[in-house]
């Protein structure tokens, strides 16, 4: 069974920096491309980035809104997806999910996590 | 403002049959694969049709995705309560190299 677990979430201060990780398991995790995308509250997803598999080449693309601060990055050996977020801003409120898959490709988005949920304020 | 666009709202009966439109351009849904995803209230997003029109397993036959150009149509017949969700397009934009998503669906089953 495919499980993705976000984790790393909390209240954090405008300014600040954050990393969040998604633990994968049920499925050949080196071999998957990865994605993040959010949502502010009572707002709609929003595509955050895509980190494809190493054997694809591993390019990573951001949204625009999110370029130059955001940063994404795997670990093949611990299964785990990562988002780092510098400069943290409070437009940055919103859930946070990993999903498996791309949006190139047929597949689409095939797995979800529950999410965590990240809330910037002062 | 979203790349794709969708209407806010949809509603209809139990038993009726609703679709949701989701248009964009020839840098999105004119080019590429498209997918929709099913958000129930406090869930995650959850993959109902990719690849324009192809069910994962699981999803039942009383939905179904059709693309025309620039346009993805999502259609849903045999209307259930269970069916109130938020629902989404999603595609990639070429010109942006980039994953985007319509603004959301609120489907209300009457």
């Known amino acids: 069974e495919v499980q993705l677990v976000e984790s790393g979430g909390g209240l954090l201060k405008p300014g600040g920096s954050l990393r969040l990780s998604c633990a994968a398991s049920g499925f050949t995790f080196s071999n998957a491309w990865m994605n993040w995308v959010r949502q502010a509250p009572g707002k709609g997803l929003e595509w955050v980035g895509r980190?494809?598999?190493?054997?694809?080449?591993?390019?990573?693309d951001y949204a625009a809104p999110v370029k130059g601060r955001f940063t994404i990055s795997r670990d093949d050996s611990k299964n785990t997806l990562y988002l780092q977020i510098y400069s943290l801003k409070t437009e940055d409120t919103a859930v946070y999910y990993c999903a498996t898959g791309g949006m190139t490709s047929r597949a689409g988005l095939d797995y979800w996590g529950q999410g965590t949920l990240v809330t910037v304020s002062s | 403002q979203s790349v794709l666009t969708q209407p806010p709202s949809v509603s209809a009966a139990p038993g009726q049959t609703v679709t949701i439109s989701c248009s964009g351009s020839s840098s999105n849904i004119g080019n590429n694969f498209v997918s929709w995803y099913q958000q129930l209230p406090g869930t995650a997003p959850k993959l109902l049709i990719s690849d324009n029109n192809k069910r994962p397993s699981g999803i039942p036959d009383r939905l179904s995705g059709s693309k025309s150009g620039t346009s993805a149509t999502l259609a849903i017949t045999g209307l259930q309560t269970g069916d109130e969700a938020d629902y989404y397009c999603?595609?990639?934009?070429?010109?942006?190299?980039?994953?985007?998503f319509g603004g959301g669906t609120k489907l209300t089953v009457l």
């Open positions: 999603g595609t990639w934009d070429s010109s942006l190299s980039a994953g985007v």
């Open positions: 980190i494809k598999s190493k054997p694809n080449g591993g390019t990573i």
